[in-house]
């Protein structure tokens, strides 16, 4: 996926949260966004000119 890919379905995904709190898969759910947020980290720092 790219970062815009990326981006696009952690906001997805918050906003599933948000909206479905008494939801059976809400952890399963929640590990998948906390999974994207390290992959886009990853994929920052790992680009040029990244920290």
């Known amino acids: ?9 952690i906001r997805e995904l918050e ?3 948000e909206h479905n709190h008494a939801h059976p ?4 759910v929640s590990e998948d966004l906390r999974k994207l947020k390290e992959q886009l980290i990853n ?8 920290d």
């Open 43 to 50: 994929m920052e720092a790992d680009a040029p000119g990244g």
């Open 15 to 17: 906003y599933w949260l």
């Open 1 to 9: 996926m790219t970062p815009t890919q990326i981006e696009n379905k």
């Open 25 to 28: 898969d809400r952890a399963t």
